[in-house]
């Protein structure tokens, strides 16, 4: 079963932010909310992650909901760059794999 | 660049052939994932290592296994080999010194059977 549900594609216009949601109703206590990207077939890339409080880096912004039964990837400023599949995961720090679903895939255009 | 280094980056191969892809995960980390990536499928989670150690199995075949050494580099080996384990083979590693469960991708090496 996902624990996770994502829309299959989104558009966004360039300069705009790119707010991507992500539902995890059934999210555990100990689960964390992870955000990769995957550019046209290069490694996936580590975006952010957080528990429970709204958190921030240079990428992106990650804000989780108080129930914590969904969250919104937030970038900024996209640039044609951000063109990639979204995935955002639910998972135990327990060291174990991510299992990656299918993720959105963002199309950001001039 | 996330630290992780896979190599081949390409390899063309036969049916029924075997070869052997190699990951050298970031310093200092001690897990070493695998997986896969077909065009019809998604990110596959193949298998685990932590410290020499397997840990933990996913969607991987018998024709497959992996091993970590000492040094902590890993390799994936794929046997008798078929059209459809062409793929994107990616390895990751765990960075364990900090919260939560991230890992970083390698680029991938791209396995065609021909």
């Known amino acids: 079963d996902a624990k996770t549900t994502q829309p299959p594609s989104m558009d966004c216009a360039e300069g705009r932010a790119a707010n991507l949601p992500c539902n995890h109703s059934t999210i555990s206590g100990n689960e964390y909310v992870y955000w990769y990207r995957q550019i046209h077939s290069q490694g996936p890339q580590y975006i952010i992650h957080g528990l429970k409080n709204n958190e921030t880096n240079e990428m992106a912004s990650l804000i989780i909901t108080e129930d914590r039964k969904s969250s919104t990837l937030i970038l900024p400023h996209a640039t044609l760059r951000d063109t990639a599949v979204y995935y955002c995961?639910?998972?135990?720090?327990?060291?174990?794999?991510?299992?990656f679903g299918k993720g959105t895939s963002l199309l950001v255009t001039p | 660049d996330s630290g992780v280094t896979q190599t081949p980056k390409h390899l063309i191969t036969a049916t029924g052939q075997r070869v052997t892809l190699r990951c050298s995960p970031r310093s200092g980390d001690l897990s070493v994932y695998w997986y896969q990536q077909s065009l019809d499928q998604g990110l596959q989670f193949l298998i685990q290592y932590y410290n020499g150690e397997e840990r933990a199995k996913g969607n991987i075949l018998e024709r497959f296994s992996a091993q970590q050494f000492p040094d902590l580099h890993s390799e994936l080996n794929l046997s008798s080999l078929e059209l459809g384990d062409s793929a994107l083979y990616f390895c990751?590693?765990?960075?364990?010194?900090?919260?939560?469960?991230?890992?970083?991708f390698g680029e991938g090496s791209w396995l065609t059977v021909v």
């Open positions: 995961i639910v998972e135990r720090d327990s060291g174990y794999a991510l299992n």
């Open positions: 990751a590693s765990k960075d364990d010194r900090a919260s939560g469960n991230t890992i970083y």
